[in-house]
């Protein structure tokens, strides 16, 4: 019986009839899917850097927090054994002007993933600017958009290089 269902096919093959069996898909160990849907858990430690006011620094580590969750990670406050990563999170530049042509708002800010044995997994710096033809606008408004921005282009980025490494 084994013979004649492999003559079948194989003449159905030289003949232009069915397609070959693909062979079998083997899914991925239970551990890996396992960890896989799990969720990262990150710490996120406080902002650093001399740029901007400490409202605008707190604004940014809340806006990062949010993103990351956004992005499937779980962000506690206390580190411990079951986090994976600890990022560090510094404003680099948080700068206004404001002219007869408007105002303008420049973030930038870095981010530095640690794993649990202290070695760089992934660092980033991004950034983002806001700006508003109106002069004399609202200052504390545009801040807040460009602090906004900057973390959530700092999620994205991070999440792609820590996705990318493991």
């Known amino acids: 019986m084994r013979v004649h269902a492999s003559l079948v096919l194989a003449s159905a093959l030289l003949f232009g009839g069915a397609r070959a069996a693909e062979p079998p898909r083997l899914s991925p160990p239970r551990s890996d899917r396992a960890a ?3 969720p990262r858990t990150v710490t996120l430690g406080p902002v650093l850097g001399d740029g901007g006011t400490p409202e605008a620094r707190a604004a940014l580590r809340e806006a990062l927090a949010r993103h990351l969750r956004r992005r499937g990670f779980s962000v506690v406050d206390a ?3 079951s986090v994976r990563y600890r990022l560090q999170p510094t404003v680099l530049v948080l700068d206004g002007a404001g002219a007869s042509a408007g105002t303008h708002i420049e973030v930038k800010a870095s981010i530095v ?7 760089i997994a992934a660092m980033v710096e991004g950034g983002a600017r806001a700006t508003s033809a109106t002069p004399g606008a609202a200052s504390a408004n545009l801040e807040a958009q460009a602090v906004e921005a900057a973390a959530r282009n700092l999620a994205e980025d991070l999440a792609r290089r ?3 490494g493991h």
């Open 36 to 38: 896989a849907a799990r």
């Open 79 to 81: 580190p411990g054994t």
């Open 113 to 119: 993933a640690l794993d649990r044995r202290g070695r």
């Open 162 to 164: 820590i996705l990318e």
